[in-house]
């Protein structure tokens, strides 16, 4: 579970993140990551898009779960005061927690570069 202060809510977060930070996409998610202005200011937030195109609802929350769960291990590695933002695509539905972790993984290794 991610703590409170690490969880992404507001939706203008969630748009600047998609629409000005870096972006890398993997076969199951694509990960925008909006590096912070001011990282002294608070800790690295992130937030999550499972659409309906993953499947029905059972099947979006068993994928966001497992996407908490990836991130929280995450957390350590990502830069104080960014915005992620986790968007699953539909071969997300299908695929084993190793595998969405090897392509969140693989995004943010490229998008922290």
Do not use: I
């Not at 203008?12 to 998610?29: E, N, S, W």
């Not at 590695?77 to 997300?92: C, D, E, F, I, Q």
């Amino acid at each position: 579970m991610l703590p409170a202060s690490n969880r992404l809510r507001r939706s203008d977060d969630f748009r600047r993140a998609v629409r000005t930070g870096r972006r890398a996409g993997r076969r199951a998610v694509v990960v925008h990551l909006l590096p912070a202005t001011d990282p002294a200011a608070e800790p690295a937030r992130v937030g999550f898009v499972v659409n309906k195109a993953v499947g029905n609802a059972v099947l979006r929350n068993r994928v966001h779960r497992r996407l908490r769960a990836v991130m929280a291990a995450q957390l350590p590695g990502l830069p104080a005061g960014s915005l992620t933002v986790v968007r699953a695509l539909p071969p997300s539905g299908s695929s084993s927690f190793e595998e969405l972790t090897a392509d969140v993984q693989a995004a943010l290794s490229r998008v922290l570069r």
